[in-house]
Every structure is written in C-alpha cells, then in structure tokens.
C-alpha cells in the first residue's frame, strides 16, 4: 500500500523578557541555582494576581507581522486546566479562542496560529525522588501551530530551522533546541486516500532539529507498517527515545474539551487599537530585515547560492558579513571574495580551534584583507595565513602581512633569481615542459611559489617561467 503522511508542528519557544509572563521574577534562563528566580504569583500563593507582560505580548506581534499574519484586535486569555506538579496553581494562563495571531506562511508552511502563554516548572527524577524548580515556571512561551500541510520530514525540519533564525533575527527569542528555549512537537498522520487525514499522533521529546526529521520518518513508517498488518493507529501522545531513535508511548491524547478551558477572570481583555506602539506600521517600524530579504541581497550581489544560505543562518554571521561589505562599498567583486572566505577559510578555522566567532576580526581589517588580494598584495596562501592570525588575535591584515613577510612580491628582478633557481632544481619537468607537456609548467610555478614562501605574485613568476624556459 503507499501511505501519505500529513504533518502538522506544535512550537514552543521561550521569549526574551526581562521579567516572567505575569509577575515582575526574572526570566534568566541561565540561573543554575533553583527556586532562586520564583515569587508568590509564579508559585501560585492564594491572593495573588496576574499582570500582564506587555514586552511578551509585543514579540508575539512583530513575529506576526513577520509572518503576514492577521493580528487580532481582540484578544484574551484563558486558563487551561490540568493537575501535574510543574503547573502549581492547577491550570496555565493560555490562549484559546482568541490569539494573537492567525495565520500567515513561513517557508511555503502555513501558519495557523501563534498565541501566548506561561511556562511550566522544570521536573527532574533522579534517585526514586522528583523535583521541580519554578525558576522557569511563568516565563513568556510563544506557541506557533502549522497547518497539517506538511508531507515529509525533510520540509518539517526546514520550517524548524527557519522559524529559529526568525525568532533570532527578531531577538525575540534565542531559541536554543538544547537549552529547552525551543521545543518542537510533530502532529503525524498516514492515509492510504490521499482526500483524508489518519489518526494523529503527537510526538514529544524533539531536542535537535535532526530528531524531528527522524522521529517523523519512523513514526510514518510505524503507522504504515500497522496499517498494513491489519492493525489501527491510537490517538496518543508518544516520546522519543534518542538512544533507540523510535517512539515510545506516554499517554493517550488529551483533547481540547479535556482541559476545560475558560476566559481568564483575572486579567483583561486586550484591545490592541488601544495601543498605538501595536498598531501594524508602528511594529513593521521595528522589523530588522528579514532572512528572506537578506538572501535576496546577498543573491543580488552575486555571491553564491549555498555560500547565501551559509551567511544568513545565524544573525551574527549576517551582520559580521553586512559590516564587511559597509567597509567594502557593497562592491560585487568584493562580496564574492569576503563570502568565500567567510564560508571557507574562515569557518574552517573555527571548527578546527573554537572561539566566539569574529570576536577578534574588526569588519575593517577582515575588508583590508579583501582589497588586498584583490590588488595582488597578498597571495591566497598568505591571505589564509593572515586570516588564521586575525581570528585568533586581531590586529591589522597589512601589519599582520608585513610583520610575517607575507606581503606578495611583484618586483620582476627580486623574483627572477626565485625562477633560476627553480630551473636548475627541476630538470625532469623542464624538459616535460619544453617536450610540450602544459602541466609541468604548473608543476613549476607551485615550487616557484613555494620557495618565494607564497610571498611571489604567481602571474609575474609564471611570465617569468615562460620568458626563461623559452630561451633555450
């Protein structure tokens, strides 16, 4: 039988907020000590009432606006209701009815809607004990739902990895997978009639982008073989084992009706007309340029398709690039060597030893670097060299060139001795050459160039070569 699996994601991502969703704790997801950032609202204390985070509410918007979504002028929360140890109050303050926003695309995905909440408590189990810190309980949550549109794990993973660089390039969120500052959720079905969707199934415990794509390939692949075995797909709730790569179940799945959701009576209604900071132009005012649109500028440039792709992942990246090519005029020619090296040299040197990337490299002297091979002062040798000493100290590209002799030699005479001394070194590929053997010229003009310590401009010393091994 073929089987059309239908895929729908649940994204949680933590916001960027001084303090929690509803009361003045801070929200610093990097506090290792518990219970440290915790106050009688996020404990749940009787008396105590909620205020509403306005910053929290303003992400949401602009991340909205971001996906040319509708927002709602209406909105409000409500509680969902549930009895587990991290949620100490009984319920989460959420939305249902009404979110903040609807719709919208992003990566061919549809969107269907992205609301607000608060975080549960942390749980751990160790020891035969539980324990629960509520330093992360009341933190703003972002909750973004996809249409069911998606039908393979691959475009699945995309929308994860761009709505990561969204959330980053907004600083609304940083949205680590492994720090719990992102969490994914996939909503799988399988059908053999491609007009109905199967019986869903919510796949939780997806860490890394890689065990999205793979938990969703399994779990298609569980159903059909269940399917096909004459047997019927449960809807459930199921974990994902990573040291096993498959699922696991946990529970049967909870419906909306289970939660018993109703309007939150202690906060009010939010009408968004009534903040002029909210309106549509007062959010797009604030918008950075987005992933998308910055492709298109660096594609525009003619810097290559995947090098694009490379510089717009992380913003940091993008904006060291951006710097760079401030410094450089935004000159065509120069944006494909700053990419290249970008992508290649420099990205290598940093998988190989580490470091905060571009700590080190001023934008000016990474631009100095550019122009410098571009007017023949520095070999592509030397320019890794010089590179590899920026990253690593700083300083000057023509004073790092110059204080290590890497500064490229274009002067006819001090390079012709390098030629006559390579000559006599290499008889065998003189005589290939002057046999007609095109390849022994390169042959020579690599040990020209290595005993001029890449110093040697390679178009003076192969005139030079061709000039010499043509006299006799």
Not at 233 to 247: A, F, H, L, N, Y
Request: glycine share 8%; aromatic share 6%.
């Amino acid at each position: 039988m073929t089987f059309r699996p239908t895929i729908g994601l649940e994204v949680h991502a933590e916001l960027k907020t001084k303090t929690k969703m509803f009361c003045d704790s801070r929200n610093d997801p990097e506090e290792t000590r518990p219970n440290v950032n915790v106050c009688p609202v996020c404990l749940a204390h009787p008396g105590t009432l909620p205020v509403m985070n306005k910053e929290a509410v303003r992400h949401v918007l602009r991340v909205g606006r971001a996906l040319r979504g509708t927002l709602a002028d209406y909105s409000e929360f409500d509680r969902k209701s549930y009895f587990y140890p991290d949620i100490p109050k009984g319920y989460q303050i959420s939305q249902y009815e009404y979110p903040l926003v609807a719709g919208g695309e992003l990566s061919g995905v549809a969107v269907t809607r992205v609301h607000l909440e608060e975080d549960t408590a942390r749980s751990s189990h160790a020891g035969g004990k539980s324990l629960v810190d509520f330093n992360r309980a009341g933190v703003p949550l972002m909750e973004l739902v996809t249409e069911p549109v998606i039908h393979d794990a691959a475009t699945a993973g995309k929308f994860a990895r761009e709505l990561q660089l969204l959330l980053r390039t907004l600083g609304a969120s940083d949205a680590n997978l492994e720090k719990g500052e992102m969490r994914i959720e996939a909503n799988i079905s399988v059908s053999a009639d491609p007009a109905k969707l199967g019986t869903k199934v919510e796949v939780k415990n997806l860490n890394s982008f890689r065990s999205v794509e793979r938990a969703i390939e399994f779990e298609v692949a569980r159903q059909a073989k269940l399917i096909e075995s004459g047997g019927k797909v449960e809807q459930e709730t199921r974990g994902w084992d990573e040291s096993k790569q498959e699922t696991f179940r946990q529970r049967v799945k909870e419906g909306s009706a289970d939660y018993r959701y109703f309007p939150e009576p202690d906060l009010p209604k939010l009408k968004r007309s009534l903040y002029p900071e909210f309106s549509d132009a007062a959010l797009d005012a604030t918008l950075p340029e987005l992933p998308d649109a910055r492709r298109a500028r660096y594609a525009a440039l003619g810097v290559p398709a995947e090098a694009v792709e490379y510089l717009a992942a992380l913003p940091e990246r993008s904006s060291f690039f951006d710097r760079v090519l401030g410094v450089l005029a935004q000159d065509p020619e120069a944006a494909k060597r700053a990419a290249n090296y970008i992508v290649s040299d420099l990205a290598g040197w940093y998988a190989q030893h580490g470091g905060e990337p571009y700590a080190n490299i001023a934008p000016e002297s990474f631009a100095e670097l550019i122009r410098m091979t571009m007017e023949g002062k520095l070999s592509s040798r030397g320019a890794k060299d010089v590179l590899a000493h920026l990253a690593e100290h700083g300083g000057s590209a023509a004073d790092v060139a110059k204080r290590e002799g890497l500064l490229q030699v274009s002067d006819t005479g001090a390079l012709e001795a390098v030629v006559g001394e390579v000559i006599k070194a290499n008889d065998a590929a003189v005589v290939e050459y002057r046999s007609g053997k095109d390849a022994a010229l390169q042959y020579l003009l690599g040990q020209a160039m290595k005993a001029s310590k890449g110093a040697g401009n390679p178009q003076v010393l192969r005139k030079l070569l061709v000039k010499e091994l043509g006299r006799k």
